[in-house]
T-cell receptor, first 112, second 111 residues
Framework: NAGVTQTPKFRVLKTGQSMTLLCAQDMNHEYMYWYRQDPGMGLRLIHYSVGEGTTAKGEVPDGYNVSRLKKQNFLLGLESAAPSQTSVYFC???????????FGPGTRLTVT | DAKTTQPNSMESNEEEPVHLPCNHSTISGTDYIHWYRQLPSQGPEYVIHGLTSNVNNRMASLAIAEDRKSSTLILHRATLRDAAVYYCILTTLRSNYKLTFGKGTLLTVNP
């Protein structure tokens, strides 16, 4: 099992550009999550999904969109990147809420 | 929402036990206590969680105070690989048991 994988690992964007981060899991988990982590801080939840075709807002959803067209994939989109979105992005999945979350290796995004 | 308080940093020696404290004085009866850790340049990793009783697994033990206002994560024999930021997190029914990360405790393990 690969667990949770994230693509790409690194990316540099210019302000105003768009991009999509891909998260994939092979554990047949229903729940998937996107977090961001800024330097010296804990993780903050951006969006999450409780099943295929569903998405919900987390703590810091502004400036991001998500889609869960297939159970194993959870996409995070930035339509118009801003320097404030420079961060490390982590995807996670779990069987349900209150079950252990499995995290991916992260995507380091820099917006100049 | 109930919050947790952890020391910013702790230090330990290799092969000695480590006790990482967490205070959560406003915990409610349906709140679970979770511990995750994050090694440098990696995503967080689940360690252990519990509700009322002490819990053991292959990684660690979780000791929960009788009044549940505090808990302690115990690493029985610290290794260099245990150097990480440890997060104590309460998951609450009100927030559908979602994880909310604080700043955690940075554990340094000396050889």
């Amino acid at each position: 099992n690969a667990g949770v994988t994230q693509t790409p690992k690194f990316r540099v964007l210019k302000t105003g550009q768009s991009m999509t981060l891909l998260c994939a899991q092979d554990m047949n988990h229903e729940y998937m999550y996107w977090y961001r982590q800024d330097p010296g801080m804990g993780l903050r939840l951006i969006h999450y999904s409780v099943g295929e075709g569903t998405t919900a807002k987390g703590e810091v959803p502004d400036g991001y969109n998500v889609s869960r067209l297939k159970k194993q994939n959870f996409l995070l989109g930035l339509e118009s990147a801003a320097p404030s979105q420079t961060s490390v992005y982590f995807c996670a999945s779990s069987y349900a809420f209150n079950y252990e979350q499995y995290f991916g290796p992260g995507t380091r995004l820099t917006v100049t | 929402d109930a919050k947790t308080t952890q020391p910013n940093s702790m230090e330990s020696n290799e092969e000695e036990p480590v006790h990482l404290p967490c205070n959560h004085s406003t915990i409610s009866g349906t709140d679970y206590i979770h511990w995750y850790r994050q090694l440098p340049s990696q995503g967080p990793e689940y360690v252990i969680h519990g509700l009322t009783s002490n819990v053991n697994n292959r990684m660690a033990s979780l000791a929960i105070a009788e009044d549940r206002k505090s808990s302690t994560l115990i690493l029985h024999r610290a290794t260099l690989r245990d150097a990480a930021v440890y997060y104590c997190i309460l998951t609450t029914l009100r927030s559908n048991y979602k994880l909310t990360f604080g700043k955690g405790t940075l554990l340094t393990v000396n050889p």
